[in-house]
């Protein structure tokens, strides 16, 4: 092995074969200046010189081994310590994402360390939430009584190894715990009881520099660490900061977890308790509204009947004026008759008393009924009734009664906001999803754009002066949607203000 120049007169092993030429190059001048002479005494002088050396590496081989060894570890490679370093973080890493409790991974911690080091006790203290005192964090090979003693151990300047560093921020050194400041009382004779020496204790801290505890080294023997000891104390330090922060977030993560679904949790069951209530409220409603449908149609049922047979005396026939009031109070009744019976056809819908029977219907012949029956009213303002041509095979199924009295809602609400000589159009067409599509088409005053989300809505005017101006009992959109989405189908509305509007509805083909 090479030894540098300026380690060469600091070996043991030099000291002889350089003595030994020395001592015998001065003899051979004394006696003569012969060459002969002086070069036999100097051969003669390296040869005791070796013999020198190799007696003392005889007599101690370990220490000069060891000394090799402590220096090679004093001063270990960056890659080195940079693979070690790597290597505990990444076993913390794994350690933290298997959500091992973070005493076991604390505890794994300085059961490393201790193994690398002989004759050591590895500790870790923990600050409390105030960062004023430490508790036990993990010490699974120091005394029990020790660590009680220590339990809740203040941080402040001068409070044992731990206390200090903790309050410093920085790696304290005690190689004497006997003899240091530091140590003193109670805690001083009950770490000597339990052969602690020294105390080694660094601080363990956040990304941010905030105080997390200490990790700390108690040696059994009074010293100094070594460089590699330092090193590796440090990097105890680091990596039990990184599985005390990855831990917090965890549980901090897990705990706005938990508060998130007791939040969602509650908000379910309010929704829940909210959503029963308004079905109980409409299921009141709905009863109410069909018992006053009831008790309401029979009184004007009565007034309706005895109109008519005022009608038809003689003397009120001969009497204008009489004829025509009772004219009004007739179509004042048979309106609130249909709004009537129009609020109890919505109640039982609500209520689901509404039973559908569906069957395979045809449409044109339907639609031809239709047509015949309407275009009296249809004609009075010259209004126009049309039917694009279509196949007689397309079917639908529905409930025949429930579509007949969809379809005449439709017609007859485009006859009604239609414009006089207006045009009514329907359409058919089936599609290869298996629905068939009816179109109800006006050339109408059209609904405006900001309105239409609230046409099928019950008791909505949209435009008060045309409503006032056309009877309407406000709810009959809302049970033709109603009893459509009962066959399965829908109503769309596709309207513009002006022009008119289009309503489609969307039933089902038979089932083959």
């Given at each position: 092995?090479?030894?540098?120049p300026?380690?060469?007169?600091?070996?043991?092993?030099m000291?002889?074969?350089?003595?030994?030429?020395l001592?015998f190059?001065?003899?051979?001048?004394?006696?003569?200046?012969?060459?002969?002479?002086?070069?036999?005494?100097?051969?003669?002088?390296?040869?005791?010189?070796?013999?020198?050396?190799?007696?003392?590496?005889g007599?101690?081989?370990?220490?000069t081994?060891?000394?090799?060894?402590?220096?090679k570890?004093?001063?270990?490679?960056?890659?080195?310590?940079?693979?070690?370093?790597?290597?505990?973080?990444?076993?913390?890493?794994e350690?933290?994402?298997?959500?091992?409790?973070?005493?076991?991974?604390?505890?794994?911690l300085?059961?490393?360390?201790?193994?690398?080091?002989?004759?050591?006790c590895?500790?870790?203290?923990?600050?409390n939430?105030?960062?004023?005192?430490?508790?036990?964090g993990?010490a699974?090979?120091?005394?029990?009584?020790?660590?009680?003693?220590?339990?809740?151990?203040k941080?402040?300047?001068?409070?044992?190894?731990?206390?200090?560093?903790?309050?410093r921020?920085?790696?304290?050194?005690?190689d004497?715990i006997e003899?240091?400041?530091?140590?003193?009382?109670?805690?001083?004779e009950?770490?000597?009881?339990?052969?602690?020496?020294?105390?080694?204790?660094?601080?363990?801290?956040?990304?941010?520099?905030?105080?997390?505890?200490?990790?700390?080294?108690?040696c059994?023997?009074p010293?100094?660490?070594?460089?590699?000891?330092?090193t590796?104390?440090?990097?105890?330090g680091?990596?039990?900061?990184?599985?005390?922060?990855?831990?917090?977030n965890q549980?901090?993560?897990?705990a706005h977890?938990?508060?998130?679904?007791?939040?969602?949790?509650?908000?379910t069951?309010?929704?829940?308790?909210?959503?029963?209530?308004?079905?109980?409220?409409?299921?009141?409603?709905?009863?109410?509204?069909?018992?006053?449908?009831?008790?309401?149609?029979?009184?004007?049922?009565?007034?309706?009947?005895?109109a008519?047979?005022?009608?038809?005396?003689?003397?009120i026939d001969?009497?204008k004026?009489k004829?025509?009031?009772?004219?009004y109070?007739?179509?004042?009744?048979?309106h609130?008759?249909?709004?009537?019976n129009?609020?109890?056809n919505?109640?039982?819908i609500?209520?689901?008393?509404?039973?559908?029977?569906?069957?395979?219907?045809?449409?044109?012949?339907?639609?031809?009924?239709?047509?015949?029956?309407?275009?009296?009213?249809a004609?009075?303002?010259?209004?126009c009734?049309e039917?694009?041509?279509?196949?007689?095979?397309?079917e639908?199924?529905?409930?025949?009664?429930r579509?007949?009295q969809?379809?005449?809602n439709?017609?007859?609400?485009?006859?009604?906001?239609?414009?006089?000589?207006?045009?009514?159009?329907?359409?058919?067409?089936?599609?290869q999803?298996?629905?068939?599509?009816?179109?109800?088409?006006?050339?109408?005053?059209g609904?405006?754009?900001?309105?239409?989300?609230?046409?099928?809505?019950?008791f909505?005017?949209?435009?008060d002066?045309?409503?006032s101006?056309?009877?309407s009992?406000?709810?009959?959109?809302?049970?033709?949607?109603?009893?459509?989405?009962?066959?399965?189908?829908?109503?769309?509305l596709?309207?513009?203000?002006?022009?008119?509007?289009?309503f489609?509805?969307?039933?089902p083909?038979?089932?083959?």
């Amino acid at each position: 092995m090479l030894v540098p120049p300026d380690k060469f007169f600091c070996k043991k092993e030099m000291w002889f074969p350089l003595a030994g030429i020395l001592l015998f190059s001065l003899l051979g001048w004394s006696f003569d200046n012969r060459s002969i002479q002086n070069i036999a005494l100097l051969g003669f002088g390296v040869c005791v010189g070796w013999l020198g050396t190799r007696w003392l590496a005889g007599r101690n081989p370990a220490n000069t081994t060891d000394n090799l060894e402590i220096k090679k570890n004093i001063s270990p490679e960056p890659e080195k310590e940079e693979h070690i370093r790597l290597r505990g973080q990444n076993l913390v890493l794994e350690m933290v994402n298997q959500e091992l409790p973070l005493k076991s991974i604390l505890d794994t911690l300085t059961d490393s360390i201790e193994q690398q080091i002989p004759g050591i006790c590895c500790s870790i203290l923990l600050a409390n939430p105030a960062r004023t005192h430490l508790t036990h964090g993990s010490a699974p090979n120091v005394p029990q009584d020790f660590m009680k003693l220590i339990e809740g151990l203040k941080i402040s300047p001068r409070n044992g190894s731990c206390g200090t560093a903790a309050y410093r921020k920085e790696t304290v050194i005690v190689d004497s715990i006997e003899e240091s400041p530091l140590w003193g009382g109670r805690f001083q004779e009950k770490a000597l009881e339990c052969h602690f020496r020294a105390s080694w204790s660094t601080p363990i801290l956040s990304a941010e520099g905030d105080i997390f505890g200490t990790f700390a080294i108690y040696c059994s023997t009074p010293r100094k660490p070594e460089n590699n000891e330092l090193t590796l104390l440090h990097q105890a330090g680091q990596w039990a900061a990184l599985a005390i922060e990855h831990k917090k977030n965890q549980d901090e993560l897990a705990a706005h977890h938990k508060h998130l679904e007791q939040l969602v949790k509650e908000r379910t069951q309010s929704l829940e308790i909210a959503r029963e209530e308004a079905e109980q409220a409409n299921q009141a409603k709905s009863e109410f509204l069909s018992v006053m449908s009831h008790e309401l149609r029979t009184p004007l049922n009565a007034i309706l009947g005895f109109a008519q047979l005022l009608k038809m005396d003689e003397d009120i026939d001969t009497n204008k004026n009489k004829n025509i009031q009772l004219g009004y109070i007739l179509q004042a009744g048979e309106h609130l008759l249909e709004l009537i019976n129009e609020v109890l056809n919505l109640s039982e819908i609500e209520a689901g008393a509404i039973r559908i029977k569906p069957e395979s219907v045809s449409l044109q012949p339907m639609l031809t009924k239709l047509f015949s029956m309407l275009n009296p009213i249809a004609s009075r303002r010259e209004i126009c009734l049309e039917m694009e041509p279509t196949s007689p095979s397309i079917e639908v199924w529905a409930d025949p009664l429930r579509l007949n009295q969809i379809l005449t809602n439709l017609l007859s609400n485009a006859i009604k906001y239609n414009k006089d000589a207006g045009r009514v159009s329907i359409k058919i067409s089936a599609s290869q999803e298996g629905q068939v599509m009816v179109k109800v088409s006006d050339t109408g005053i059209g609904i405006p754009e900001d309105q239409q989300s609230n046409v099928f809505e019950p008791f909505v005017r949209l435009n008060d002066e045309v409503e006032s101006a056309r009877e309407s009992t406000g709810i009959g959109l809302t049970i033709t949607r109603q009893l459509a989405k009962l066959m399965g189908g829908n109503i769309f509305l596709k309207s513009r203000e002006g022009e008119g509007s289009t309503f489609t509805l969307v039933l089902p083909k038979p089932k083959q």
